[in-house]
C-alpha cells in the first residue's frame, strides 16, 4: 500500500483549505485498483483508488458528498494523471484499513459485486470481526451468501429466488445455472472440491444457526471461527461471480455470433429451412439446454428492435428457440413490441405460435 500517496494528499488538501477533509485520511493508506480492461489511452488500464481508514474514518468518509469524492480523485490524479500505459484511475473508493491481527482476512475483487445488499454484509463481515463481534460475523457470512445466492440467480433468471434462509437449498439452485454439478467435471479432484464448497455451505448454514446473533447460541463462537465463515464466504462469493462472468463471457459470444449469422437473406428463412442450414445448425451445436435458455433470455431482454431489419432478426431467432420459449415468454414479446411500429414481424410470429400450439 501507499501510504506516501496519502501525506502528499493529506498536505494539498490542506493548503486548499479542505483541513476537515484531511484529517479523515490521517493514518489511511491508498492503493490503485488496475482493472484488466483497456482505458482511453494507448495501452492505459480503467482503474480506481482506494483509500484504506481506521474504522472511525471509514464510516465518516462513507458519508461524503459526491463532491467530496471528486475533490478526492481529482488530488489523486496530481500524483498519477492519465497517460499512455499506466493506470487511469477514473473513480475512489474506500475500505476499512484493518488490525495486525485481522489481515488474515481475504479480499475479494468487490468490482464483481454490484448487488447493494451483498456489498453491504461484505463490510459488515469485517467490521464485526475488529468490533469483536465473532457471532455478529458469523450471521453476516451467511447474509452474504444468501444475497449473493438472490442476485446471482435474479441475473440468470429475471426472477427473485424466493426464500434463501435454507443455504444448502438455495446453494441448489445456484449449481444448476452455473453449471457446477459433478458431472460437468471430469477431474476427480476439481470433483471434490465442488463437493467440499457444497460442505462448507452447508457448515456455514448450520454454525450459524447455533452460534449467529439471530438464534439462540449453544457455544460461545471463537475469533478463529468466525474468521474461517468470513473468509469461507467471501471465497465462495468470488468463486461464483467469476464464473457467472465466465458462463455470461459464453453466452454474450453465442448471442453476438447469432446476429451476425442472422444479420443476412437468412433472416427471412421459414423455421424449417431455419433448422436445415448448415451454417446455423453448426452454430446450434455449440449450445447446450442451459446455453439455450440464456441466449434466448439475453434476446428477449436486450435486443432493441429500432428497424425493420432488427425486427427481422429478432423474430428469427425466436423461432429457432421456438420451443425453449414458455408462455411467460411470449406475453413479454409481445408486451414489449406491441406498440412497436418497427417490430413488423410480431404479427406473423404469433401466427406461427398458434400455428405450433394446433
Known amino acids: 500500500m501507499k501510504k506516501d500517496d496519502i501525506k502528499i494528499i493529506i498536505k494539498i488538501l490542506k493548503q486548499e483549505g479542505k483541513s476537515e477533509l484531511a484529517k479523515l485520511l490521517i493514518d489511511a493508506k491508498g492503493e490503485i485498483d488496475e482493472s484488466s480492461t483497456y482505458g482511453s489511452y494507448l495501452f492505459s488500464t480503467i482503474s480506481q483508488y482506494l483509500f484504506y481508514l481506521p474504522l472511525e474514518n471509514y464510516h465518516k468518509i462513507k458519508k461524503i458528498s459526491d463532491r467530496g469524492k471528486q475533490t478526492l480523485l481529482d488530488r489523486v490524479l496530481y ?38 445488499f451483498a456489498k453491504e454484509q461484505l463490510d459488515k463481515c469485517d467490521e464485526k470481526i475488529q468490533n469483536k463481534d465473532f457471532d455478529g460475523a458469523i450471521s453476516s457470512s451467511g447474509s452474504l451468501l444468501e444475497e449473493i445466492f438472490e442476485d446471482i440467480y435474479k441475473k440468470c433468471t429475471g426472477k427473485s429466488i424466493g426464500t434463501t434462509a435454507d443455504l444448502r437449498k438455495a446453494y441448489k439452485k445456484i449449481k444448476t445455472l452455473l453449471k457446477l454439478s459433478d458431472e460437468q467435471y471430469s477431474n476427480e479432484s476439481i470433483k471434490a472440491i465442488m463437493r467440499g464448497l457444497s460442505g462448507i455451505i452447508s457448515g456455514i448454514d448450520s454454525i450459524r444457526n447455533q452460534l449467529g446473533d439471530r438464534h439462540k447460541r449453544m457455544a460461545k463462537p471463537c475469533k478463529r471461527h468466525a474468521k474461517l465463515c468470513v473468509n469461507s464466504a467471501k471465497i465462495i462469493t468470488d468463486f461464483l461471480y467469476e464464473t457467472l462472468l465466465y458462463q455470461e463471457g459464453k453466452i454474450k459470444k453465442l448471442y453476438n455470433d447469432l446476429i451476425k449469422i442472422l444479420d443476412s437473406n437468412k433472416r427471412f428463412l421459414t423455421k424449417e429451412e431455419l433448422m436445415s442450414d ?58 414489449k413490441q406491441k406498440n412497436n411500429r418497427q417490430a413488423c414481424g410480431l404479427e406473423s410470429f404469433l401466427k406461427l405460435i398458434e400455428e405450433e400450439r394446433d
Not at 476499512?96 to 479480499?107: A, F, P, Y
Not at 428469427?316 to 411467460?328: A, C, G, N, P, Y
Request: glycine content about 0%.
Open 79 to 116: 500524483l498519477y494523471p492519465h497517460q499512455a500505459e499506466a493506470p487511469e484511475i477514473r473513480s475512489v473508493d474506500f475500505r476499512i484499513l484493518r488490525e495486525k491481527d485481522d489481515r488474515v482476512l481475504i479480499s475479494i475483487n468487490e468490482r464483481l459485486i454490484d448487488h447493494d
Open 278 to 335: 448448415q451454417e446455423i445448425l453448426t452454430h446450434l451445436s455449440l449450445y447446450d439446454q442451459f446455453l439455450k435458455e440464456n441466449v434466448k433470455n439475453v434476446f428477449i431482454r436486450k435486443y432493441k428492435i429500432t428497424k425493420f431489419r432488427e425486427s427481422d432478426i429478432f423474430f428469427t431467432s425466436m423461432v429457432i428457440f421456438l420451443d425453449q420459449l414458455s408462455e411467460d415468454d411470449i406475453n413479454r414479446i409481445s408486451n
